[in-house]
């Protein structure tokens, strides 16, 4: 009889979403997460950790980005950002990975504060950064739809005590 030691099973962690589903990852590429880290080491035998307040789809998105930096650092975010191109400012994989819709970066954000990962929350308010660089205040009251609540006089004194408000 053979045997293959070199091929030993790595423990999959099972994380339950906010609909039940259950997405499965490699213990080693979970640990990245400081949250599922404290539940894995704070309990033993923890194989599955519920996750309420994140949906199935961006916990797949999650997972994608802990396995691709299961053995490596995530490259840091350059600060301020430089450009308004997310490439210029992290690697091209990382620019790849958060090329994604609006509504799926703030839950990708969300969901990165609540699993306490650093790096994923970097990247996810770097792209947030991106959209706003360069853009008048103007521009982006047209675009989400913001009233300006601010009487003239007023916005007038903020843009002298803030200046770099328009950087």
């Not at 213990?27 to 035998?45: K, P, Q, T, V």
């Not at 819709?101 to 996810?124: E, G, Q």
């Not at 739809?145 to 950087?167: G, K, T, V």
């Amino acid at each position: 009889m053979f045997y293959n030691f070199n091929k030993i099973e790595e423990v999959k962690i099972r994380l339950r979403s906010a609909e039940g589903h259950i997405c499965e990852v490699e213990e080693s590429a979970a640990l990245m997460s400081s949250f599922i880290r404290s539940m894995i080491e704070g309990f033993n035998e923890v194989t599955e950790v519920s996750l309420p307040n994140i949906n199935s789809v961006v916990i797949e998105k999650v997972i994608e980005y802990m396995r691709h930096y299961k053995d490596k650092d995530p490259p840091i975010i350059k600060k301020p950002i430089i450009s308004s191109k997310m490439e210029e400012n992290t690697s091209a994989w990382d620019a790849g990975f958060i090329d994604a819709d609006w509504n799926m970066v703030v839950d990708l954000m969300t969901a990165a504060d609540y699993l306490m990962m650093i790096p994923l929350r970097d990247l996810c308010c770097a792209k947030m950064a991106c959209k706003f660089k360069g853009r008048s205040i103007d521009e982006l009251r047209a675009e989400y739809h913001i009233e300006n609540e601010f009487p003239s006089e007023m916005e007038e004194n903020l843009e002298f005590q803030h200046p770099w408000r328009l950087e």
